[in-house]
């Protein structure tokens, strides 16, 4: 990919990095002294070149020039990421612009021999997707090799089963109901081959209750799998029994939570369950379960057809593979799309968003992983890279990728106070940090909003989500309590700013009531 003036570059190499022996001057000597190429005082300082330590993660911002370097130099030291080609997408009806039924399915290359990579047995599947490099889509970015790998390696008796999550109820995601919606043969193969892997013969394919639509196109494609023969007792030829069945739940946020959709699946309200044991061990009905993401299993069986190495050839190291994105606010093109893993987040909204409404200098800032992970400011957004690891770098996360972009005419105190109430509204209130702790977080955004309080409040906030965070049985404590922490950490001018507006305009209603009060005639 070469696009004027919006490339991002890296440049990957191990070892300890310095200033000094990794400085821009030095950098561009070393691919002048290797490629004889002559310095040319052209040279200008036009791009944003990251050095990628892959021992320690750390990265360095650079800006260097690179015009005036032959194009072989800089293609051996460095790697765009970003660009996907048709070619190497996996997701290729994500739009249903083709037949979803099992016949169009089938053109496009899903079901191919997959009894062939069913036969290769649990141990190689496993050793492929680890190779692989993928990282669970559905938030935490687990290894999925290594989490499938955690169940039983022989039956003790008890069946195993494999859940998929298709709860999808972060706000701004919306990739999974895609793949219900238009690919959902990837989805019911992927169960096949993830199943096989994890010794299950049998998988539940959890949907929130409001998915009517992908809950109708998921059972067609359940019920076209069993009429030819891809499912059921000798399931795609292969010698052994798969089942799939289609759960529809009740739209309760917390059923997201593996235990709580656990939980659901029982028949019982949807209340996470401590750990240990875990679900590995004593999961739905008391038997080894996994439970993971669509997009997850939907990417399985491509990673194997393809190989995992084409897989890991995307995206930086520890972030590998392609991604959908999924994309909203305040852009001009709504969209999800798959990308490459480690585009940089300006890319992907400029590329397929068709940029920020009124530019890239009217961007406010974006939350990048769904409603839970902490928003970023512009500043951060021009220069972050769409993955784990730099996301993390920056105190937020890639969650689901769901990017949800606010430009200048949003309120971004009202914005989080809103999704403060999303999780009051959404706790199970079994634990008391989180029971008690969303609500106040709510009440007190709610004074941080119309600006009613002191300035010392915003620290006692700051607070109040850290005696949340971490204290509570599920992650929904965690979520609540970072999109507040985001606004502290990069917008509290703006909390301090209202509570003076707020103060200064209540001093004047009062100076004016006063001097009715001394001018009032009453006969």
């Not at 940090?433 to 409040?457: D, I, V």
Request: net charge neutral; with cysteine.
């Amino acid at each position: 990919m070469k696009r004027a003036g919006h490339t991002r570059v890296l440049w990957d190499r191990g070892g300890t990095h310095d200033s000094d022996k990794y400085s821009p001057k030095r950098l561009i000597s070393q691919l002048w002294l290797q490629e004889a190429v002559t310095p040319q005082p052209m040279l200008t300082a036009t791009r944003s070149l990251r050095l990628v330590n892959p021992r320690s993660s750390t990265l360095l911002l650079r800006s260097i020039a690179v015009r005036g370097l032959s194009s072989s130099a800089v293609e051996s030291h460095i790697k765009v990421h970003g660009g996907l080609s048709d070619a190497d997408r996996i997701f290729t009806n994500i739009y249903g612009e083709y037949d979803i039924s099992v016949e169009g399915a089938l053109k496009r290359g899903d079901w191919y021999r997959t009894k062939d990579l069913l036969h290769l047995g649990r141990e190689w599947i496993i050793d492929q997707i680890k190779k692989s490099g993928l990282r669970g889509r559905g938030g935490a970015g687990f290894p999925s090799g290594l989490k499938w790998s955690f169940m039983p390696k022989s039956s003790d008796g008890r069946p195993h089963y494999l859940v998929v999550n298709a709860d999808e109820s972060e706000p701004g995601t919306c990739k999974d109901r895609e793949i219900m919606r238009h690919e959902p043969h990837k989805l019911v193969e992927g169960c096949v081959i993830a199943g096989t892997a994890m010794g299950a013969n049998h998988a539940y394919i959890y949907l929130r209750g409001e998915f009517w639509r992908e809950a109708q196109a998921m059972e067609k494609a359940v019920a076209e799998a069993y009429s030819k023969g891809l499912l059921g007792d000798n399931a795609c030829g292969a010698g052994f029994p798969f089942h799939v069945y289609v759960a529809r739940g009740a739209g309760a946020y917390i059923c997201g939570e593996e235990t709580g959709l656990i939980e659901s699946l029982e028949g019982n309200t949807g209340k996470p369950r401590l750990k240990p044991p875990f679900p590995a061990n004593v999961g739905l009905y008391g038997c080894p379960t996994t439970v993971t993401n669509v997009e997850t299993v939907a990417v399985a069986p491509t990673i194997l057809r393809r190989g995992a190495d084409w897989f890991a050839g995307f995206g930086r190291q520890g972030n590998s593979g392609t991604k959908l994105y999924a994309i909203s606010g305040n852009v001009k093109n709504p969209i999800t799309v798959e990308e490459e893993m480690s585009i940089p987040l300006k890319d992907l909204i400029e590329m397929h968003a068709g940029g920020v409404v009124g530019g890239w200098d009217n961007l406010q800032g974006i939350i990048p992983g769904g409603s839970s992970v902490p928003v970023i400011p512009k500043d951060i957004c021009s220069d972050v890279l769409m993955d784990f690891d730099d996301l993390k770098r920056v105190q937020s996360g890639l969650g689901t990728a769901a990017v949800t972009v606010m430009d200048n005419s949003i309120d971004m105190i009202k914005a989080i106070a809103r999704l403060s109430y999303f999780y009051k509204h959404e706790s199970c209130g079994q634990c008391t940090p989180c029971r008690e702790g969303t609500t106040w977080l709510y009440k007190m955004m709610k004074r941080m909003e119309s600006g009613e309080a002191e300035l010392e409040e915003i620290d006692m906030l700051n607070e109040l989500t850290h005696e949340i965070e971490g204290h509570t049985i599920c992650a929904l404590g965690d979520a609540a309590a970072w999109p507040v922490q985001g606004l502290i950490r990069h917008f509290r001018p703006q909390m301090e700013e209202r509570i003076r507006s707020f103060k200064a305009a209540k001093e004047i209603g009062q100076e004016s009531k006063e001097g009715e009060k001394q001018f009032s005639y009453d006969p």
